[in-house]
Nanobody, 122 residues
């Protein structure tokens, strides 16, 4: 059974940092493009970042450039999202997603995790 599990969310003060993890089970991530998305209450889901299968190509939404860093450790079958200088508007459920292939961003994702809550508040 192919499964993605996010972790690392929590409550953090504005200006703080969190590192989210996306761990895969049932398949090997090294052949997959991985994306991070988020959905805030009352808003549509939006793309945050993606990374290609080798880690050599990444993509970020404009509001995250310079604050977020996506990376992957294929040996650990895990992708990370390092989030720095967090703002209250970053509060959302963060999801990771995967699709077999090499292009970032892809045209679609086939597998989704259940999400992890990130709350930025003082």
């Amino acid at each position: 059974q192919l499964q993605l599990v996010e972790s690392g969310g929590g409550l953090v003060q504005p200006g703080g940092s969190l590192r989210l993890s996306c761990a895969a089970s049932g398949f090997t991530l090294e052949h997959y493009v991985i994306g991070w998305f988020r959905q805030a209450p009352g808003k549509e889901r939006e793309g945050v970042s993606c990374i290609n299968h080798s880690g050599g190509s990444t993509n970020y939404a404009d509001s995250e450039k310079g604050r977020f860093t996506i990376s992957r450790d294929n040996a650990k079958n895990t992708v990370y999202l390092q989030m720095n200088t967090l703002k209250p508007e970053d509060t959302a459920i963060y999801y990771c997603a995967a699709v077999y292939g090499s292009s970032c961003p892809p045209t679609r994702y086939d597998y989704w995790g259940q999400g992890t809550q990130v709350t930025v508040s003082s």
